[in-house]
């Protein structure tokens, strides 16, 4: 049984909990995000998260595809600095064989998922996208295809005067493996109509989640953070994320998302441009997410947003997975991320090893594909591309559903 040394006292019912592998309440996340124990707090989750996955630390080679900019938000939206009018400059809607272009980049190199969202064009159809699904699965079959945030979901199904329901069974009969977590933001309604008033409301964000889950498609869940939330938000958003987990078991990872404010309205009411969050802010985000959501498998930190440094330090923090190698980062870098735009295969390998972890390629279901021995040459001939015979069904799935 691990002892904690904390130097926060207010902590020690909660360190007991976690030693005992007791379930967090809404009252313990509040104390911890009110606590500045960052390192007992780290020590905690890095506890916790020792329990279910070791050393072990996953990343994947994934390639970032946005097929469009324009959205129908752009203006009440606040926080966002990705988004345009359709007149707007710098507006841009890929045609598919631009899409196709810049997935060729897959080609090459080792990459086993596209991730793939975008704004809510007011007139692509859901044909656009269920083509460009088709598409990429018939030149890349090996490639797990990870698209369309819940509430790009829930726009195609009021185009398409459908419901949320058929427009996943569409796109799962195209190819989509998993939906990406972004759009959740944060839930509760005072945060939502200041920085994104018009967007998809809390219930039918988790509802679209929950459908997909049904169908057998896992997701993602996310919260953005460091903007106008205050810990009772924050407290909230995760307990409603862990409620719908207890009810699906269908999330894979949460991952905490750091609020960026250049180029965006809300980071210039609120003075801050320039000003991101500070890596205590962001290592704590990372250690509250494994201790609270103790029924989520992993916690990935997206170092677009933070930093490979604060990512690698997060290791320590109760986090389990680095992202990938994304290749092209555009949401972030509009709004000011000043990170590099991808991380090679081999520098990912290098951050984790680096942190005396045990670095582990996987795919978009978390199915083990590559594993590493320190001396192992990252690129030796035999694995300069990944098995593309391979399936997820024939990985060893990392994938539980139990508690931390
Ligand atoms: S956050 Fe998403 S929905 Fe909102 S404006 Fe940006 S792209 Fe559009």
């Not at 909990?17 to 996340?29: F, G, H, M, Q, S």
């Not at 049904?214 to 919260?223: F, Q, R």
């Not at 933070?306 to 290749?327: H, K, R, Y």
Request: negative net charge; glycine residues 8%.
């Amino acid at each position: 049984m691990p002892r904690f040394e904390l130097r926060d006292p207010q902590l020690g019912p909660v360190a007991a909990k976690v030693t005992a592998a007791e379930r967090l309440t809404p009252r313990d996340a509040h104390l911890l995000f009110e606590s500045n124990d960052l390192l007992g707090i780290g020590v905690m989750a890095n506890a916790a998260n020792q329990r279910r996955n070791g050393i072990r630390v996953l990343f994947s080679a994934n390639q970032h595809i946005n097929p469009t900019n324009v959205c129908i938000l752009r203006k009440t939206c606040v926080f966002c600095s990705f988004a345009r009018t359709p007149k707007e400059e710098g507006a841009y809607t890929r045609s598919l064989e631009d899409v196709y272009a810049e997935a060729e980049a897959a080609q090459n190199g080792p990459t086993r998922e596209f991730h793939i969202v975008g704004g809510l064009h007011p007139k692509l159809r859901l044909s656009y996208y269920t083509d460009m699904i088709r598409g990429l699965k018939e030149r890349h079959p090996h490639v797990h295809i990870k698209a369309l945030t819940a509430v790009e979901i829930a726009h195609l199904a009021r185009i398409e005067k459908s419901t949320t329901r058929k427009v996943l069974e569409e796109l799962q009969a195209a190819g989509l493996t998993s939906l990406p977590g972004g759009g959740a933001e944060v839930f509760g309604v005072a945060v939502r109509s200041t920085i994104a008033d018009r967007k998809l409301v809390a219930e039918d964000w988790l509802q679209v989640h929950r459908e997909a889950h049904e169908l057998g498609i896992p997701s993602n869940c996310t919260m953005l953070y460091g903007h106008v939330e205050s810990y009772t938000d924050r407290v909230e958003h995760l307990t409603m994320l862990r409620d719908l987990q207890d009810e699906t078991g269908g999330f894979l990872t949460y991952i905490p998302l750091a609020y960026h404010p250049d180029n965006n309205e809300l980071g210039d009411e609120l003075g801050r441009s320039g000003t991101a969050t500070t890596g205590f802010e962001d290592l704590k985000n990372i250690a509250i997410g494994r201790l609270f959501l103790d029924n989520i498998p992993h916690v990935k930190t997206h170092w677009p947003m933070v930093t490979p440094a604060i990512s690698q330090i997060a290791l320590e923090f109760g986090c389990d997975d680095v992202e990938g190698t994304v290749v092209y980062e555009r949401v972030y870098h509009d709004a000011g991320a000043e990170t590099p735009m991808m991380l090679s295969y081999e520098d990912l390998v290098r951050l984790i090893h680096g942190a005396g972890k045990e670095p582990v390629e996987r795919d978009s279901l978390y199915g083990m594909v590559r594993t590493f021995a320190p001396d192992d040459p990252i690129f030796d001939p035999e694995h300069e591309r990944p098995n593309t015979s391979a399936t997820s069904g024939d990985l060893v799935q990392l994938v539980g559903t139990g508690r931390a």
